[in-house]
C-alpha cells in the first residue's frame, strides 16, 4: 500500500491538485488536519479530498471556521480567514468537518494534527516539547502538523537514559526509521513556513517499509491571483511566495 501524507492544505487548491498528480499512484490519503483557513478554495479542496480514499483529522482552523475555538488566539490575518471560511463553506462540507475525530490510528503511526497530547492546538517545535508529547501515544510513530515545517523528532534509549534527537527529515530519501520510537511532521502543502513555498508532503509505501517526505513546485501565482481578487490580507498573499 502507498499511502499519501498531506497536512495543513489550507484552502490552496492548485498546491493540492499538484501533490495529488505527482504523487500518483497511491492508495489511500491521510490527511493530518487544516484542510481550510488561510486560502481562498476550502470548498473545494474539502471535496478533492473526499473523491479519494481517505481518513482525516481535525486541525485548529478547521475547528475555527466551525466556531468551536476562541479566534482571540489568532493573529489579525488568521482571524480574517477564519471568519471568510467560515461564511464561505457549503452546509455539506461544514457537515464534513464537524464530524473528523481529533486522533487515529492507521498502524505503525497514531495521526493527529499538533500533538497526540493536544491534538488541535499545541506546537511540537523543540525537543522538550516532543520529549513530553512520547507519553501520549502507543505506536511506533507519531504524525503530525500544525507547525508547517517539515521535522523529525526520534527517541532512543541509552541504559536508563532517555535521549529525544531532533532533525530536519532528508527530502525524497528514506526516513531514518527503526532507531526508536518518532514523531514526524511531512510540512505543510498550502503554506510552507520553512523557507522553501514548494508544498511538503510524504509518502508510506509499506510493502518497501519507507516514508520519503517530498517537495512539489505548484502554480504559486494562480492561488495568489484569486486571493487578491477576493480581498485577502496581504501577507497571507505575499507570504506563499517565500514559504515563511
Not at 525537543?127 to 504524525?143: G, I, M
Not at 523528532?153 to 526508536?180: H, N
Request: hydrophobic share 40%; glycine share 6%.
Amino acid at each position: 500500500m502507498r499511502a499519501l501524507i498531506v497536512s495543513d492544505i489550507h484552502s490552496n487548491l492548485p498546491a493540492f491538485q499538484t501533490v495529488l498528480q505527482q504523487a500518483a499512484p497511491f492508495d489511500v490519503i491521510w490527511c493530518l488536519g487544516d484542510v481550510v483557513g488561510y486560502g481562498p478554495q476550502p470548498n473545494e479542496c474539502i471535496e478533492l479530498l473526499r473523491e479519494y480514499p481517505h481518513v482525516a483529522v481535525a486541525g485548529n482552523h478547521d475547528w475555527a471556521a466551525l466556531g468551536r475555538l476562541d479566534l482571540a488566539e489568532f493573529n489579525a490575518e488568521a482571524r480574517w480567514a477564519a471568519r471568510w471560511t467560515a461564511e464561505a463553506l457549503t452546509l455539506d462540507n461544514r457537515a464534513y468537518l464537524e464530524a473528523l475525530p481529533t486522533r487515529l490510528v492507521e498502524e505503525p503511526f497514531t495521526i493527529v494534527h499538533g500533538s497526540p497530547r493536544e491534538p488541535i492546538w499545541e506546537y511540537i517545535l523543540y525537543s522538550f516539547v516532543a520529549a513530553v508529547n512520547f507519553d501520549h501515544f502507543d505506536t511506533t510513530c507519531c504524525l503530525i502538523g500544525h507547525t508547517h515545517s517539515p521535522a523529525l523528532f526520534v527517541e532512543r534509549k541509552e541504559g536508563d537514559t532517555r535521549i529525544i534527537e531532533a532533525d530536519l527529515p532528508p527530502f525524497e530519501e528514506p526516513l531514518p526509521l527503526g532507531q526508536g520510537r518518532c514523531i514526524i511532521n511531512p510540512g505543510s502543502v498550502g503554506q510552507p513556513r520553512d523557507g522553501d513555498p514548494r508544498a511538503s508532503y510524504a509518502i508510506w509505501d509499506t510493502e518497501k517499509g519507507e516514508l520519503v517526505i517530498h517537495r512539489a513546485e505548484y502554480d504559486v501565482e494562480a492561488v495568489q491571483t484569486l486571493m487578491m481578487e477576493l480581498g485577502f490580507p496581504a501577507r497571507l498573499i505575499a507570504r506563499l511566495s517565500y514559504g515563511w
